[in-house]
């Protein structure tokens, strides 16, 4: 068995499985689950919090695709996933650098061991549309055109990462985060 990573993703808000979500499963070579959630803590403000139980395995699910991972990229996400855990940032359903959502701390994690997936997308729907293979969600960008997000905070930096401008086909009519079918945010844009 070898490793992996699979980002998961909720992108239908009417399913009947609550609110919209990214989150990841990370398994072992012997399909060990280790699960990655980021959610605001429930009537905290912007306290965010990290669910990484096993029971992120059988959430259900709308998109989702597994990526083999070396054994040093799975020690690097576990390791990373710890100290996301230990020290959360700030929750924010709109991202910046400061704030994160649960996209946007997804993207953290799998970035902290070089895996650029999801690179530029900051919304679950934009998470759909990288899976499917036909948008990019770049609707929280830095700078106009679109091209810009903030570094993560497992990068330790405050500069921006770029995606070429060309891919800037995603559109963004609303933003929805969930933890366990509990609603927490609703905006739109």
Known sequence: MSYTVTVRNDSRY????????????LTDENDKPTGFSY???????????VDDSEE????????NITLEISFE????????????????PDYNVIPNDKFYNCTVAADAILQSAGINYLDGVQT?????????????????ADKKGGNERPVTLLEGGMG????SPEMNTGDKTGEYCQHR?????????
């Not at 992120?56 to 998109?63: S, V, W």
């Not at 576990?78 to 230990?86: D, L, S, T, V, W």
């Not at 934009?126 to 899976?131: E, P, Q």
């Not at 921006?160 to 995606?163: E, F, G, I």
């Open 14 to 25: 009417w399913d009947g499985y609550g609110l919209i979500h990214t989150w990841l499963v």
């Open 181 to 189: 079918h509990k609603i927490i945010h609703f905006i739109v844009c």
């Open 39 to 49: 959610f605001p803590v429930p009537g905290s403000g912007a306290n965010g919090a």
């Open 73 to 88: 990229q799975h020690e690097q996400l576990i390791e990373n996933i710890g100290i996301f855990k230990r020290s959360p």
């Open 56 to 63: 992120l395995r059988d959430r259900h699910f709308t998109e």
């Open 160 to 163: 921006a990462l770029t995606t």
């Open 124 to 140: 679950p729907y934009g998470v759909a549309g990288r899976i499917k293979g036909f948008s990019v969600d770049l609707s929280f």
